[in-house]
């Protein structure tokens, strides 16, 4: 097994060095295919959330402030008092290698082992780690046909090979086809337009299941939210949210 990674990690250097990829953040090489888009130097200089942060417990929004452990748990931003998710938490920071491997997956669907690593790491941490069962949040049909596949699922997909969950494409549906990010829209425009974009397809698939519900970037949470209350409504017993990233607090 480990001769078998040993003789991975070699012949993906080596393709590294016949084929160099310019680093999608500095131009510099990328000395391995393992870190996708972005080179080594950008991978380091990303914030990767360890687990350590202080964050408010439900949203995952870094606090920044130092408590003692017994007191993590009740840590709360209030901006996300209304949202419907149990909790929701980020590989890291939306700036440098991450924010480039999102802007990637966008055009071509492969998550790199970087971002396994670094998702299964989150995911390995209470309380997701209670997760039964995964769900990408979905596009709309024509969305995913223009673009030839959903990149939430592709996440997705790579996790649930990682920690042995299943997936389910196919419980949670997007019926209305929503603008998502169109400039001048404020938080609760984005809010809005969601709100009642989402059904669930399969309740007996759902019922009882503590559901990690899989997106590219936190951005207002109103999209993961809005998918959580139908969640929840069929029955879910928690949606653990996780996502690539999410922007530090404007
Ligand atoms: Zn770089
Ligand atoms: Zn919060």
Redesign the pocket.
């Known amino acids: 097994m480990l001769a078998i990674r040993a003789a991975n990690l070699f012949y993906d250097s080596c393709l590294a060095l016949l084929y160099p990829q310019a680093c999608a953040v500095c131009g510099d090489s990328v000395e391995s295919r393992t870190l996708g888009v972005a080179c080594e130097r950008c991978w380091q200089a990303t914030q990767i959330f360890t687990g350590n942060e202080t964050v ?1 417990w ?2 995952g ?1 870094v606090s920044g402030g130092v408590v003692s452990p017994e007191q993590r748990e009740e840590v ?2 209030r ?2 008092d209304a949202d419907s998710f149990t909790v929701a938490r980020a590989g890291g920071t939306y700036e440098g290698a991450l924010r480039a491997s999102v802007l990637a997956l966008k055009r071509e669907p492969h998550v790199c082992n970087k971002l396994v690593e670094l998702l299964v790491n989150v995911q390995q941490q209470h309380p997701l780690s209670q997760a039964t069962r995964i769900v990408p949040v979905p596009l709309h049909k024509e969305r995913e046909q223009a673009r030839g596949f959903n990149q939430a699922g592709i996440v997705g997909l790579a996790l649930a090979r990682a920690v042995s969950l299943p997936i389910d494409e196919i419980s949670l549906k997007r019926t209305e086809h929503t603008t998502r990010h169109r400039a001048g829209m404020d938080a609760r425009d984005r809010r809005e337009s969601v709100e009642n974009a989402f059904a669930v397809s399969y309740p007996a698939l759902i019922a009882g299941e503590r559901i990690l519900l899989i997106d590219d970037v936190f951005t207002s949470g109103a999209t993961v939210s809005a998918c959580a209350k139908v969640l929840l409504q069929a029955g879910a017993a928690d949606v653990f949210v996780l996502t690539i990233a999410r922007p530090l607090p404007y």
């Open positions: 408010c439900k949203c929004a709360r931003c901006r996300c």
